[in-house]
Structures are given as structure tokens and as C-alpha cells.
């Protein structure tokens, strides 16, 4: 598009002031505005949060309380849990992982059966439930039913416990 010669100033001035501030404004800085104006709202979230407490605070009071594996309650736990649901408790097996600096790792392996749905139930409940101890893995397997001989689920669960030694 060709101009007049006595309209280039006044087109030029007004790309000058209106389509580079709105370039500059929707191709760069807009974003960094934005991002800047997430980070102070962001940064005023974390001031009113209550701080969190030290990792090493964390562990001792997970250390710290009962032991569970050994002593039952995490059996009677896990079988009020699968009998409110309808899911058998077929095996159990407590053992001592690891025994180190005053601490040990208490394992227990829990053999679950029923249907797909009422097991995870019972491992959403044992999340919830069990602060002191973590599911360290599950082990889905199909098999037959020795008296009936029809397939059931089979859920070999994991937990894990930090106690304190004496």
C-alpha cells in the first residue's frame, strides 16, 4: 500500500504509539505480568500458612508411638476394615526388615481376598487409618479358589512401620 507522502508522518506516529506499545504488550510483558502478579499472590498464601514443621520434628513423631506390626493392632485394624466391606483376611506374616542405629523396620505382609472394588475400599481405609505405617507395595494376582474353584483376587499388601528400638 502505497501513502501520500503527507500521510507518512502521521501513520508512522501512530504505529509508534499505539500498535508498538500493543506489540510489546501482547507478545512479551503481558505474560511477565502475569506471572509476576501469581507469584505475589502466591508469595502472600505461603505468609499465611503456618509453617511447617522441621523433617526431623516430622520423623519422631512418626517414630514415636506404638508399634503395630508386632504387637496385633495392625491385624485387628486391617480386619475391621475387610470385614465392613466383605473381604477375607488370608495371610499374615510380620518380619524385622532392617535394624539399624537404634531404629528397625517393621514389615508386615497381609495376603487380602474379595472383588476388585471392596479391596481397594480396604486399601483406601488402611491409607486413611494408619499414620504411623506406609504401603509400600500391592500385588494384584487372580487365582483359583481351592474349595469352589473359582477365580477370586488376590491382594498382597506391604506395610511398613519405623519403631525406635530398646
Known amino acids: 500500500m502505497k501513502l501520500p507522502y503527507k500521510y507518512r508522518g502521521a501513520v508512522l506516529l501512530v504505529s509508534l504509539t499505539v500498535v508498538l ?24 498464601q505461603l ?8 523433617p526431623g520434628e516430622r520423623v519422631a513423631a512418626v517414630v514415636q508411638g506404638s508399634e503395630l506390626v508386632f504387637s496385633g493392632l495392625l491385624l ?10 466383605g473381604v477375607q483376611v488370608t495371610g499374615y506374616e510380620p518380619l524385622v526388615t532392617l535394624a539399624r542405629d537404634g531404629l528397625a ?15 481397594l475400599r480396604v486399601v483406601g481405609e488402611l491409607e486413611r487409618t494408619l499414620p504411623r505405617c506406609r504401603l509400600r507395595s500391592l500385588g494384584w494376582q487372580s487365582s483359583a479358589d481351592r474349595r469352589t474353584r473359582c477365580l477370586q483376587l488376590t491382594l498382597t499388601l506391604y506395610i511398613q512401620q519405623v519403631v525406635l528400638k530398646k
Open 76 to 85: 485387628d485394624t486391617v480386619r475391621q476394615a475387610a470385614d465392613s466391606v
Open 105 to 119: 523396620v517393621h514389615t508386615a505382609q497381609l495376603t487380602l481376598a474379595g472383588g476388585y472394588a471392596p479391596l
Open 21 to 44: 506499545p500493543w506489540a510489546a504488550w501482547r507478545f512479551a510483558l503481558g505474560d511477565t505480568f502475569g506471572t509476576w502478579r501469581e507469584c505475589r499472590r502466591l508469595c502472600v
Open 47 to 54: 505468609a499465611a500458612m503456618a509453617p511447617a514443621p522441621a
